[in-house]
């Protein structure tokens, strides 16, 4: 058996794959979870990547063959490091729609979401961005998100990764559909026996969030094709650049 890890992105479902799939996986197969800890608080921090590249030791973490790494923010970074740790690891790799990721940021970012952390972290960039969200008109705000926090993830972490047989991606959006079945290939693919006690129909989600048609402008919608249009190509979540909000 190879550790297994999970390559969570920041706001791509990943709080609910940790806790709600990953842990109860793990621990129904004998294996320890690991993620990252702060040894040496308070840990300041701007790109959100960061907070798993500079606090888990990936070469001492990957020596066990019954670890499961999940990290809250994989960017290609930290894909990287893992790769030049060991050649020997199953991943999971959940991906979700750009522009929901921006709209999700935007309602978080705003109010609710953490800017110190009980564990020890200081998010800098978002203590720096929230007074100003508070004060932005929602239009403006979106935009002001998507040249802030939300470029740093999708850049960073949201962009196409090379085919790799170690890693396995779903799409948050489709993986619900068949959630049993894929609980059952992510547990072969991962050299698990059993799927565990999954609590498939637990959601953490923002409760303040909107969808993403229901907040793109048209002048939002010229901002976003012109930085990331082809990204959702690459992505598979559209074909070309002719995709519209609204209903």
């Given at each position: 058996?190879?550790?297994?890890?999970?390559?969570?992105?920041?706001?791509?479902?990943?709080?609910?794959?940790?806790?709600?799939v990953?842990t109860?996986?793990?621990e129904?197969?004998?294996?320890?979870?690991?993620?990252?800890?702060?040894?040496?608080?308070p840990?300041?921090?701007?790109?959100?990547?960061?907070?798993?590249l500079?606090n888990?030791?990936?070469?001492?973490?990957?020596?066990s063959?019954?670890?499961?790494?999940?990290?809250?923010?994989?960017?290609?970074?930290?894909?990287?490091r893992?790769?030049?740790?060991?050649?020997?690891?199953?991943?999971?790799?959940?991906?979700?729609d750009?522009?929901?990721?921006?709209?999700?940021?935007?309602?978080?970012?705003?109010e609710?979401?953490?800017?110190?952390?009980?564990?020890g972290w200081?998010?800098?960039?978002?203590?720096?961005?929230?007074?100003?969200?508070?004060?932005?008109?929602?239009?403006?705000?979106?935009?002001y998100?998507l040249?802030?926090?939300?470029?740093?993830?999708?850049?960073?972490?949201?962009?196409?990764?090379?085919?790799?047989g170690?890693?396995i991606?779903?799409?948050?959006e489709?993986?619900?559909?068949?959630?049993k079945?894929?609980?059952?290939f992510?547990?072969?693919?991962c050299?698990?026996?059993?799927?565990?006690?999954c609590?498939?129909?637990?959601?953490?989600?923002?409760?303040?969030?909107?969808?993403?048609?229901?907040?793109?402008?048209?002048?939002i919608?010229?901002?976003?094709?012109?930085?990331?249009g082809?990204?959702?190509?690459?992505?598979g979540?559209?074909?070309?650049m002719?995709w519209?909000a609204?209903p």
């Amino acid at each position: 058996m190879a550790p297994v890890v999970f390559f969570g992105h920041h706001k791509c479902g990943s709080r609910f794959f940790r806790f709600s799939v990953l842990t109860p996986m793990a621990e129904a197969n004998g294996c320890t979870i690991v993620g990252y800890r702060i040894e040496n608080p308070p840990f300041h921090f701007r790109t959100a990547h960061h907070l798993d590249l500079y606090n888990i030791d990936f070469e001492t973490v990957l020596q066990s063959p019954r670890t499961v790494l999940v990290l809250s923010n994989a960017s290609r970074d930290v894909r990287d490091r893992i790769c030049s740790s060991t050649a020997e690891f199953r991943g999971i790799r959940i991906l979700r729609d750009p522009r929901q990721v921006l709209v999700s940021n935007y309602f978080f970012h705003k109010e609710g979401h953490a800017i110190a952390h009980p564990s020890g972290w200081i998010w800098d960039q978002l203590e720096e961005d929230r007074p100003v969200l508070a004060k932005l008109p929602q239009e403006d705000g979106i935009l002001y998100e998507l040249g802030s926090i939300t470029r740093d993830i999708l850049t960073n972490q949201l962009v196409k990764w090379n085919h790799d047989g170690r890693i396995i991606e779903f799409k948050l959006e489709e993986f619900s559909r068949a959630a049993k079945t894929n609980l059952r290939f992510v547990a072969e693919h991962c050299g698990f026996r059993k799927v565990g006690n999954c609590r498939i129909k637990t959601t953490h989600a923002n409760p303040g969030s909107r969808h993403w048609k229901d907040c793109f402008t048209p002048r939002i919608t010229r901002a976003f094709k012109e930085r990331y249009g082809q990204l959702l190509i690459d992505l598979g979540y559209e074909e070309d650049m002719g995709w519209q909000a609204g209903p």
